[in-house]
Nanobody, 126 residues
Framework: QVQLVESGGGLVQAGGSLRLSCAAS????????MAWFRQAPGKEREFVAG????????YYADSAKGRFTISRDNAKNTVYLQMNSLKPEDTAVYYC???????????????????WGQGTQVTVSS
């Protein structure tokens, strides 16, 4: 069992930065692939970034490449999402997710993640 709690969201102007954190509880945290998803009003939840259990590989949605960086600290049971050059279209609720995905894969499909946080709101003003 893994419980996830996100923090770090808020209101920022376009071009600004935010760092989201996701604190996990559970002894098996360091065996899970971790990911960030987001959901804007009226839209489906979409994959943003993922990282393997070791932190050795990452994968980004095209919308996040070059602007966002996902990282994890297994000693602290925490995964991060550094977001730079934010745009109004990045406005959404951001969710942290954990999944026991085998073979070191990173999945962009939400159904492959078993555990979810409650979400943190990110609002980017123009």
């Amino acid at each position: 069992q893994v419980q996830l709690v996100e923090s770090g969201g808020g209101l920022v102007q376009a071009g600004g930065s935010l760092r989201l954190s996701c604190a996990a509880s559970g002894r098996t945290f360091n065996t899970y692939t971790m990911a960030w998803f987001r959901q804007a009003p009226g839209k489906e939840r979409e994959f943003v970034a993922g990282i393997t259990w070791s932190g050795g590989r990452t994968y980004y949605a095209d919308s996040a490449k070059g602007r966002f960086t996902i990282s994890r600290d297994n000693a602290k049971n925490t995964v991060y999402l550094q977001m730079n050059s934010l745009k109004p279209e990045d406005t959404a609720v951001y969710y942290c997710a954990a999944g026991p995905i085998p073979y070191g894969r990173i999945s962009a499909w939400s159904y492959e993640y078993d555990y979810w946080g409650q979400g943190t709101q990110v609002t980017v003003s123009s």
